[in-house]
């Protein structure tokens, strides 16, 4: 591991806000020790104590407003470090606030405008739609990757369990839900893999990828070799085997797309994006609007072996 330091200008505090999560703030403070504070996300840690690589201090406030961070502190330009740092996270009592009346109003108005369009029912749900949890199929991720694949006409669709943010027990589904659970604004993009590509790609993914990757036209079967490495057993493409030299197409969200390299382990600069222009989020109400029952569940495209 090298080191980066600092040559640019003489601020007196290096100040970084994060949203990489508390593993890499950590790694970067180690690559770039004149940093003093990193001001940490994306991995919702509530840090009560900050933490300290060399004389950098990690702090992060948790998730969902629960906790805000305070930080004070003095600096002292002739000794050129901090003196004095003091940090705590305030636990906020959301039922004792009162929202400000100018800005209640404000959303009052806005809601007023796309109220009844967010609240139009759009299909029913036959079967509990569960936040997706890491290392295991879903049948929320299964279905918005079985409908991106089909608009998109690829042969394999790939979604993040990080994309999806909320759950929905069977009923109605409305344009809000899809909203909530499809907050992101994301477009699909399409890729071209070689067949040979794909097992490296999947087992990369199990590896190194911060979210669980949900499938749809691939399917795949995983052994759990230690806490970190798993060995690929079985993997097809709309139940055949993979044809080595064969160009694959798959379908995926922006994000995704853009982080194939993390995801994946390809190369960005060998697998150019297609951009078809339409939210992940339009994909998947158009797709309940035409079905209107949604009740699929698990099917086994994805299995671990013990």
Request: glycine share 8%.
């Amino acid at each position: 591991m090298r080191t980066i330091r600092m040559t640019v200008g003489e601020p007196d505090l290096w100040v970084v806000v994060s949203h990489c999560g508390i593993d890499q703030d950590t790694v970067m403070a180690r690559l770039i020790p004149d940093l003093d504070l990193i001001i940490g996300a994306h991995t919702h840690t509530a840090l009560f104590k900050e933490v300290l690589v060399g004389k950098t201090r990690i702090v992060q406030a948790g998730v969902r407003g629960r906790y805000v961070g305070e930080i004070k502190m003095k600096y002292s330009k002739k000794k050129k470090t901090i003196r004095n740092f003091r940090y705590q996270l305030i636990e906020t009592r959301s039922l004792s606030l009162k929202p400000d009346s100018a800005i209640a109003a404000m959303v009052a108005r806005q809601e007023g405008m796309i109220g009844r369009e967010l609240d139009q029912v759009i299909g029913e749900l036959k079967v509990d739609w569960k936040m997706p949890r890491d290392f295991a199929e879903s049948n929320l991720g299964s279905f918005e990757a079985d409908v991106f694949r089909e608009y998109a006409g690829a042969d394999i669709a790939f979604m993040n369990n990080g994309g999806l943010r909320k759950e929905l027990s069977a009923g109605p589904i409305r344009v809000r839900d899809i909203w909530e659970i499809n907050p992101f604004n994301n477009t699909l993009v399409m890729i071209t893999v070689k067949g040979f590509q794909l097992l490296p790609m999947i087992r990369h993914s199990l590896h190194h990828a911060e979210s669980f990757v949900q499938v749809s036209g691939l399917s795949y079967t995983a052994q759990k070799k230690s806490r970190k490495t798993y060995h690929i057993v079985e993997i097809k493409v709309n139940g055949k085997s993979v044809d080595p030299d064969k160009d694959y197409t798959i379908v995926m969200n922006n994000y995704m797309g853009m982080h194939i390299e993390n995801i994946f382990g390809l190369k960005s600069e060998n697998h150019p994006l297609k951009y078809f222009g339409i939210s992940d989020r339009d994909v998947v109400i158009n797709a309940i609007k035409l079905r209107k029952i949604i009740d699929q569940e698990t099917d086994g495209r994805i299995r671990f072996l013990d």
